[in-house]
């Protein structure tokens, strides 16, 4: 089992920044691939961005290229997205994810989320 736990939502002005953070715990960090998804009201789950277990690697949505950075400490096991220039469609409720593979079986874990609400 994998627990997560977000922290760092809240609202902001258009054009500001957020930094949300994921804790994790009940596994070896460094072996966990790790994501940002998020849902707006009345739409689907999508994904933000994601890191390899390493973080050697990292992959974002078009929407958020540019804007927003995903980092992970496998020290502290926490996930990091750094969110600048926001906007009032990057508004949503955010989500870290894990994915575990262990004898070719995929685990997938979820936080509660955190609202990111961007509005003047």
């Known amino acids: 089992q994998v627990q997560l736990v977000e922290s760092g939502g809240g609202l902001v002005q258009p054009g500001g920044s957020l930094r949300l953070s994921c804790a994790a715990s009940?596994?070896?960090?460094?072996?966990?691939?790790m994501s940002w998804y998020r849902q707006a009201p009345g739409k689907a789950r999508e994904l933000v961005a994601g890191i390899s277990s390493a973080g050697g690697s990292a992959n974002y949505a078009d929407s958020a290229k540019g804007r927003f950075t995903i980092t992970r400490d496998n020290a502290k096991n926490t996930v990091t997205l750094q969110m600048n220039s926001l906007k009032p469609e990057d508004t949503a409720v955010y989500y870290c994810?894990?994915?575990?593979?262990?004898?070719?079986?995929?685990?997938?874990?979820w936080g509660q989320g955190t609202q990111v609400t961007v509005s003047s």
């Open positions: 009940g596994a070896t960090f460094s072996s966990v691939a």
């Open positions: 994810n894990a994915v575990r593979v262990v004898l070719a079986k995929r685990y997938v874990y």
